[in-house]
């Protein structure tokens, strides 16, 4: 299979370089193709290379009151130089990527659920306090096959193509459990593997896609090389300069199959298996935490469901079904031995996204539980809903957001059967709305203090403010712009940072006026210091990751 860019595509790259690295050392950066216009609502061609010329800062950069968050990307690819409003640190010295699903409409068609859009990668290059910006369709089999025929060719996370008269339902099922048929849309994380490859993931194994996060090319399939099968896996690994580690659900004999990989490596290697205690299937991982020694597997009740797999048209909690009388269970596999230390019963969740783990230890040293963090959404499996394209489309100043709060996890060691979950701070203060988190990554695993997400600030239907929690203080700090929604902030630490907050916080914003910018917050103090202003309006977008220079 080739993922590679077209032709004309790699011509604008050979003319004008790659971005960030490569444009800096030709002795500044250059503007390579002028915000296009495409046409309206389909999935278009790469439009020709456009003057080189500054990126203005037009008066009418958005389009009025727009929703552009929820709107398809207008063109395949951008790439300019960004007007910046403040002062960006000079430190600030790489890439900031972003992925997500930016591209939502096939022609006449549209999807309907935000996590169905075909993956767009968004870029800004940091250095000598400017900013280069970009963005680019990620080239997935899925979207060349959607582009090419106008239609949904794979299943995606809502979506199945429309069957034609000759696939009979035992091709329908055989497809989907060879997994030829599921997407490779790779629309949810970005992660920067020990070796420098920039992986971008979804759920479905065979959406793990290599990008250059230069010229944000769709380099490669990255094929893992062992005999671990599996169709879909989390689709947030835990990633280190040295590993990497994922979990894989296994559907037929429920339970969760822990692996990792070394960096340089695309063999992943069985560690060790969490048969499942509850449900007729494993629970939804879409995260997992780890500690310095240990892979907590969460089991929640929200389970992948076989019969709504199969499903022509989506169903209210899409391929998962929500089984309350199955019970809710946190794992705990030692990293070392494989060998399981506990597992214990916990009040009901629901999450997408795990904070961050960290062992307690007693005065001896010896570990007596784990404290797990999560955004959690109250148990509430109407978060799947809200997250419709046209629930987020049609605001209507009705407060409709389902409250979400830092679910703390306490998974005991010594044998007892139950662990506790509880609110790690008043819910109030991040107004009741919390997801798309990130720390500082020297705390992965570790006791830590802070997380940076988005919150709340009510009425709302979906999270509209960054938050920066105190975890210790048990307090909150908030950004807030009227109308505007935010991405994930993501944290960069300053070089030779020696304090947990000393970085900025990155998230890319969707504003009210149709506009978009990357907005640089002192993670400190959670204050802006300086915008980049994209010349046209940035869909919503997921996970981020960073790309130091030196790297
Ligand atoms: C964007 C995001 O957060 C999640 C995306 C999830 C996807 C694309 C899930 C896809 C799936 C299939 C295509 C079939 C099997 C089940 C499932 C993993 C939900
Ligand atoms: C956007 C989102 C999950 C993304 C998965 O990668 C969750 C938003 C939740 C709102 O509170
Ligand atoms: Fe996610």
Redesign the pocket.
């Known amino acids: 299979m080739s993922l590679t860019m077209s032709s004309s595509l790699c011509t604008v790259v050979a003319l004008y370089g790659g971005a960030g690295r490569r444009a800096s050392q030709q002795g500044g950066y250059k503007q390579r193709a002028a915000a296009q216009p495409l046409a309206a609502g389909g999935v278009t061609e790469a439009p020709p290379p456009g003057p080189v010329v500054s990126a203005p800062r037009h008066p009418d950069r958005g389009g009025a009151d727009e929703l552009v968050a929820w709107k398809s990307i207008r063109q395949e690819r951008w790439e300019g130089l960004l007007e910046v409003e403040g002062k960006l640190p000079l430190w600030l010295d790489g890439t900031y990527l972003r992925n997500g699903p930016g591209l939502w409409d096939l022609g006449e068609y549209g999807f309907r659920h935000?996590?169905d859009g075909y993956a767009t990668l968004v870029r800004v290059s940091f250095r000598d306090g400017q900013a280069v910006g970009a963005h680019r369709q990620i080239e997935s089999e899925a979207y060349k096959a959607a582009r090419e025929h106008g239609k949904v060719c794979y299943r995606e996370f809502s979506e199945v193509p429309k069957p034609d008269s000759f696939t009979s339902l035992i091709g329908q099922i055989t497809s989907l459990f060879t997994g030829s048929s599921l997407t490779d849309n790779s629309n949810?994380g970005v992660v920067r593997l020990g070796d420098g490859r920039v992986l971008c993931l979804t759920e479905t194994v065979k959406g793990s896609i290599v990008v250059d996060p230069d010229t944000l090319d769709t380099v490669s399939k990255f094929e893992y090389d062992d005999k671990l099968g599996g169709l879909i896996h989390s689709?947030h690994p835990i990633v280190t300069d040295t590993e990497f580690w994922t979990l894989i659900p296994d559907l037929i004999r429920p339970g969760y199959v822990v692996a990792r990989m070394d960096a340089g490596s695309n063999e992943r290697q069985f560690v060790g298996r969490v048969d499942c205690r509850g449900g007729p299937a494993p629970g939804w991982v879409?995260s997992f935490p780890v500690t310095e020694n240990y892979v907590v597997v969460p089991e929640m009740p929200l389970r992948y469901c076989a019969a709504n797999l199969l499903r022509a048209e989506p169903t209210p909690l899409y391929k998962f079904q929500w089984y309350p009388d199955s019970g809710s269970y946190m794992h705990v596999m030692c990293k070392a031995s494989g060998k399981m230390v506990a597992s214990v019963e916990v009040p009901p969740f629901v999450t997408?996204?795990f904070i961050n783990a960290y062992e307690e230890k007693d005065e001896e040293g010896r570990v007596t539980s784990i404290i797990a963090d999560c955004?959690e959404?109250n148990a509430n499996t109407s978060?799947l809903d809200?997250?419709r394209l046209h629930n987020l489309r049609s605001f209507s100043g009705e407060d409709v957001?389902?409250d979400?709060r830092v679910g703390r996890f306490r998974i005991p060691l010594d044998g007892s059967p139950f662990g506790e979950l509880e609110a790690a701070l008043d819910p109030e203060e991040h107004g009741r709305?919390?997801?798309?988190c990130s720390i500082n990554p020297a705390h992965l695993g570790k006791e830590y203090r802070y997380t940076y997400a988005?919150g709340a600030r009510r009425p709302c239907n979906?999270?509209n403010t960054l938050t920066k929690i105190d975890l210790v203080e048990k307090t909150a700090k908030n950004w807030y712009e009227e109308g505007a929604v935010p991405s994930e902030p993501y944290f960069v630490p300053r070089p030779g940072a020696v304090e947990e907050d000393d970085g900025v916080a990155i998230s890319m914003v969707s504003a009210k006026d149709g506009s978009g910018y990357a907005l640089v917050l002192d993670a400190k103090t959670f204050k802006e210091i300086a915008r980049a202003n994209f010349p046209y309006g940035l869909p919503y977008g997921?996970?981020c990751c960073w790309v130091p220079r030196d790297k």
């Open positions: 935000l996590f949810t689709a879409h997408f996204h955004c959404h978060i809200d997250l957001l389902t979400a709305g919390m997801d798309m988005c979906f999270p997921l996970h």
